[in-house]
């Protein structure tokens, strides 16, 4: 498959977990992708993993660009090296993130405000750069954003992080006044519990997530990135504005992991 042939494609936070999944498949089916991820070492290992796996015809290629993905002037100038490397930029997926538990009364200002640059700001910040170099190009491109359940149904222990990710659903929505007329589809995904190397750190994690799940199961990365994929492919050029929940139908019931 080739359905991202030339195209050029930055994803932060993709040194491991669903990022690295996305990027994976992306190369596969012909994408050129900077991967990010603020250790640099994750970020070196991951785009030559891909390398490695990936020997297909047809097949795109893999950089890293390690860095930190909330700090502005990062973010340009991953920006314009893509553009140096592959001549454009076609999509945009802003995928880091960081979780810090606690409740009301624990959350510290500090870590608060880590939440928040990273998650937001990032985020916002990325669609921004991003779509100004589409907008040059006059190609169009797609924008991605990565949401979660808990932005839709409320979990202990997590309301900064919650808040996050419900304001990256509502900034799918509002951007679509600014990036329609561009030719820019702007989106998000809320993915469930998913098997990721974090996760699967829990010897816990599986059997309470399968009880809960609908579906039986947590999702896995091709799940997520599954989905990811047909929001930014050309296919779904008419598809904008949308938040895309991929979670076995957790997020209908709602039952706590307890």
């Given at each position: 498959m080739t359905t991202f042939s030339s195209q050029t494609v930055l994803i932060t936070g993709a040194g491991q977990g669903i990022g690295f999944a996305i990027a994976r498949s992306l190369v596969q089916?012909?994408?050129?992708v900077i991967l990010n991820d603020f250790d640099e070492s994750l970020a070196q290992k991951a785009a030559e993993t891909i390398h490695q796996e990936i020997t297909m015809a047809g097949a795109g290629r893999c950089e890293a660009y390690?860095?930190?993905?909330?700090?502005?002037?990062?973010?340009?100038t991953m920006v314009d090296y893509?553009?140096?490397r592959f001549g454009m930029v076609d999509i945009a997926i802003a995928n880091a993130g960081i979780t810090i538990f606690g409740d009301i009364f624990?959350?510290?200002?500090?870590?608060?405000?880590k939440i928040v640059d990273l998650n937001l700001r990032g985020s916002f910040f990325?669609?921004?750069?991003?779509?100004?170099?589409?907008r040059s190009q006059g190609t169009g491109g797609s924008v991605l954003f990565m949401s979660s359940v808990v932005g839709h149904v409320a979990h202990p222990g997590l309301p900064v992080y919650s808040m996050t990710k419900a304001g990256l659903e509502m900034l799918?929505?509002?951007l679509v006044i600014d990036f329609s007329p561009l030719g820019i589809t702007v989106n998000a995904i809320a993915p469930g519990a998913t098997l990721t190397e974090r996760t699967l750190d829990d010897p816990t994690y599986i059997p309470i997530w399968s009880r809960i799940t609908p579906m039986g199961r947590p999702a896995t990365v091709d799940d997520i990135t599954n989905a990811a994929l047909f929001l930014v492919a050309p296919a779904s050029r008419h598809i904008t504005g949308q938040s895309l929940v991929v979670d076995g139908g957790w997020t209908s019931v709602g039952v706590p992991p307890v």
């Amino acid at each position: 498959m080739t359905t991202f042939s030339s195209q050029t494609v930055l994803i932060t936070g993709a040194g491991q977990g669903i990022g690295f999944a996305i990027a994976r498949s992306l190369v596969q089916q012909g994408a050129n992708v900077i991967l990010n991820d603020f250790d640099e070492s994750l970020a070196q290992k991951a785009a030559e993993t891909i390398h490695q796996e990936i020997t297909m015809a047809g097949a795109g290629r893999c950089e890293a660009y390690p860095g930190d993905a909330s700090d502005v002037a990062f973010i340009e100038t991953m920006v314009d090296y893509a553009v140096s490397r592959f001549g454009m930029v076609d999509i945009a997926i802003a995928n880091a993130g960081i979780t810090i538990f606690g409740d009301i009364f624990t959350t510290t200002p500090e870590a608060f405000q880590k939440i928040v640059d990273l998650n937001l700001r990032g985020s916002f910040f990325l669609a921004q750069v991003a779509a100004k170099q589409m907008r040059s190009q006059g190609t169009g491109g797609s924008v991605l954003f990565m949401s979660s359940v808990v932005g839709h149904v409320a979990h202990p222990g997590l309301p900064v992080y919650s808040m996050t990710k419900a304001g990256l659903e509502m900034l799918a929505k509002q951007l679509v006044i600014d990036f329609s007329p561009l030719g820019i589809t702007v989106n998000a995904i809320a993915p469930g519990a998913t098997l990721t190397e974090r996760t699967l750190d829990d010897p816990t994690y599986i059997p309470i997530w399968s009880r809960i799940t609908p579906m039986g199961r947590p999702a896995t990365v091709d799940d997520i990135t599954n989905a990811a994929l047909f929001l930014v492919a050309p296919a779904s050029r008419h598809i904008t504005g949308q938040s895309l929940v991929v979670d076995g139908g957790w997020t209908s019931v709602g039952v706590p992991p307890v």
